[in-house]
């Protein structure tokens, strides 16, 4: 139990705090993703942290979908990502939190008593909407047991998901599972997000690939046989469920305020308006950005989140008020298999922009992605303070639009794509 009862008001928010300015503090981290996992290793460069985690190991969730289609990746510990930091990983599930005594506690009895939390817990494939979807679907979750069912035998897969979890699944799928023929089942258009280029292009790509489209297409239910829809039934011998994602209930039920998804309520800073001690990151936030708008969960939105949720801790022990989070969209990423894919170009509050990198140097550009994402947490546990994301221009806080946009894909030429260069969108390859 935490036993320090010398509560520190704090001057920014006029509320009660157990962190008081000047000394060591400990920090709980409840989740061990992109978001959590970068909090505590930026973090830990000045207090003590415990992460918090059902798993010892680190899941790339961006690599999902190649781990269903068959590629196993090496599992990276999570002592090995924290080794030399003062991080003690703790493998259990957070149960309770109770924010009045600072406390958190966890499925195996423990109790942990904290100064700052950071709450990272991310979101999850929800299957709860559509009727039979939990039983009968599998969510990318379960990518490992996907993998094993699709090498069992060929037959039809049908995905449900018209978004990038979607479109990157049943492109792996239908490059790698022999024997399978593959569906995508959409409710409006795959790549609705995209500009009409890289929806034309994602289109093409996966007819390419011999995907079957089923676009403007609603899942009324899931059944062993496959799926019944607005357009009538569609048979298949595997379903996976890429459709939507949700949250844990934990944060609600601790009291902290909540949006009607379940989403914590936060400040510029990342804190809690209910319980400004508790910091919220990733997927399990409502942030909301001056110039970007809403953040959308992903990997790109988390690792900055929590990065800053370190910083904001780090400067309330010095007796500093944290500066607002910063943020702005540059780049959508989509792999279409391993020898194509898509880059779109975004303004800073994520609406496309025309221009889109396709085919080959595109597929290169996602997988130095892959790779810097892992790299830079390990650089963050070796240097904490080292990982940086793309924050506003004083240009786009003028013109929300943002900056023209041969300037901006330029800028983003050089922090995504180095020496690579963008073209029109082109038709995939015959």
């Known amino acids: 139990m935490n036993?320090?009862?010398?509560?520190?008001?704090?001057?920014?928010?006029?509320?009660?705090?157990?962190?008081?300015?000047?000394?060591?503090?400990?920090?709980?981290?409840?989740?061990?993703?992109?978001?959590?996992?970068?909090?505590?290793?930026?973090?830990?460069?000045?207090?003590?942290?415990?992460?918090?985690?059902?798993?010892?190991?680190?899941t790339?969730?961006?690599?999902?979908?190649?781990s269903a289609a068959g590629r196993t990746a090496a599992p990276v510990p999570l002592r090995e990502l924290v080794a030399g930091r003062d991080v003690t990983p703790v493998r259990a599930r957070a149960t309770a939190i109770d924010p009045g005594a600072?406390?958190?506690?966890?499925?195996?009895?423990?109790t942990l008593g904290y100064d700052r939390l950071v709450y990272a817990l991310g979101s999850t494939t929800d299957t709860t909407r559509?009727?039979?979807?939990a039983e009968h679907?599998?969510?990318?979750?379960?990518?490992?047991?996907?993998?094993?069912?699709?090498?069992?035998?060929?037959?039809?897969?049908?995905?449900?998901?018209?978004?990038?979890?979607g479109i990157e699944l049943a492109a792996e799928l239908a490059e790698s599972a022999t024997g399978w023929q593959v569906r995508l089942v959409t409710s409006g258009e795959p790549g609705g997000g995209l500009s009409a280029r890289g929806r034309a292009y994602v289109g093409a790509a996966l007819t390419r690939l011999g995907v079957a489209l089923h676009p403007h297409t609603r899942v009324r239910a899931v059944h062993g046989g496959g799926l019944s829809t607005d357009r009538g039934e569609l048979a298949c011998d595997v379903v996976v469920w890429a459709a939507s994602f949700a949250v844990p209930a934990l944060a609600a039920e601790a009291g902290l305020r909540v949006?009607?998804?379940?989403?914590?309520?936060?400040?510029?800073?990342?804190?809690?308006?209910?319980?400004?001690?508790?910091?919220?990151?990733?997927?399990?936030?409502?942030?909301?950005?001056?110039?970007?708008?809403?953040?959308?969960?992903?990997?790109?939105?988390?690792?900055?989140?929590?990065?800053?949720?370190?910083?904001?801790?780090?400067?309330?022990?010095?007796?500093?008020?944290?500066?607002?989070?910063?943020?702005?969209?540059?780049?959508?990423?989509?792999?279409?298999?391993?020898?194509?894919?898509?880059?779109?170009q975004l303004r800073a509050d994520d609406s496309p922009r025309g221009l889109v990198l396709t085919g080959r140097p595109a597929a290169r550009v996602k997988e130095w992605i892959n790779r810097y994402t892992l790299a830079s947490l390990r650089k963050e546990g070796r240097r904490p303070g080292?990982?940086?994301?793309?924050?506003?221009?004083?240009?786009?806080?003028?013109?929300?639009?943002?900056?023209?946009a041969q300037a901006a894909w330029s800028e983003t030429s050089v922090d995504l794509i180095s020496a690579t260069t963008v073209v029109p969108a082109a038709r995939p390859r015959a």
């Open 259 to 344: 949006d009607e998804r379940g989403r914590a309520l936060v400040d510029g800073g990342l804190r809690s308006l209910s319980h400004p001690d508790v910091f919220v990151v990733g997927d399990a936030a409502r942030v909301t950005v001056p110039g970007a708008g809403e953040l959308r969960m992903a990997c790109a939105t988390a690792m900055p989140t929590g990065a800053h949720a370190a910083d904001a801790i780090d400067a309330l022990a010095r007796g500093r008020a944290p500066r607002p989070f910063g943020f702005r969209f540059v780049a959508q990423c989509i792999s279409l298999g391993r020898h194509d894919g898509l880059v779109q």
């Open 130 to 133: 559509v009727p039979g979807a």
């Open 3 to 58: 036993t320090d009862t010398n509560a520190y008001v704090d001057t920014d928010t006029g509320a009660a705090t157990g962190a008081r300015p000047g000394r060591r503090q400990h920090v709980v981290v409840l989740g061990a993703g992109y978001a959590g996992l970068t909090a505590a290793l930026r973090v830990s460069r000045s207090h003590r942290v415990t992460l918090v985690d059902p798993k010892d190991a680190f």
């Open 102 to 110: 600072r406390t958190v506690r966890l499925d195996d009895g423990t």
């Open 386 to 404: 080292s990982y940086f994301w793309v924050k506003p221009l004083r240009a786009a806080a003028q013109d929300p639009a943002g900056p023209p």
């Open 60 to 66: 790339e969730r961006i690599r999902l979908h190649e």
């Open 137 to 165: 679907a599998y969510p990318l979750e379960r990518a490992g047991e996907l993998a094993a069912r699709l090498s069992a035998g060929p037959g039809t897969v049908t995905v449900v998901g018209g978004g990038t979890t």
